[in-house]
């Protein structure tokens, strides 16, 4: 019984996660509404970014806290970035995958984050979907919230 007590906030959680995935992409032009906070970081044009990619931090059946990255990416052609805003649920979706990657196999409970760790993680995810060196990954924040 302590066991389904634990593993229902999970299965609330995944279900919350599937019809967040499953909502349709913004219209066109609507970037800017999409990340407001984007222009505080950077006034480049080539800057792409990707905010709220989270993932849950969990050892066994115990969730310990939550990672939250918030990165962006450095595209210098106009053409690539065009080509991501096209693609941006499949480069998210893959950056979603290394941060949770890193969350449930690599974090260490109590220890800072190695950003450097999560960065090369982020930029083989992006290269994977977009293609080795037409994007470079900047990370915005690196924040773990503890449970």
């Known amino acids: ?16 996660a599937g019809e967040a995935a499953a909502a349709p992409p913004p219209a066109a ?16 044009d080539n800057y792409v970014p990707t905010f709220g990619l989270r993932a849950s931090v969990a050892r066994g059946f115990k969730l310990h ?31 979603r995958d290394a ?3 890193y969350a449930s196999l690599s974090y260490v409970i109590g220890e800072k984050p190695d950003a450097d760790i999560l960065s090369a993680r982020l930029q083989k995810a992006v290269d ?3 293609g080795k060196g037409l994007a470079r990954v900047a990370l915005a ?6 449970n």
């Open 1 to 16: 019984m302590t066991a389904m007590r634990h593993l229902l906030p999970l299965l609330a959680a995944a279900a919350l």
């Open 65 to 95: 806290g939550v990672l939250a990255v918030d990165a962006g990416l450095d595209v210098p052609k106009e053409e690539t970035r065009k080509t991501c805003a096209a693609i941006r649920p499949r480069l998210t979706s893959a950056m």
């Open 141 to 146: 924040s690196v924040i773990v919230f503890d």
């Open 128 to 130: 994977g979907v977009l």
């Open 99 to 101: 941060i949770l990657n």
């Open 29 to 44: 032009g609507k970037e800017a509404e999409l990340d407001p906070q984007a222009k505080r970081i950077t006034g480049s």
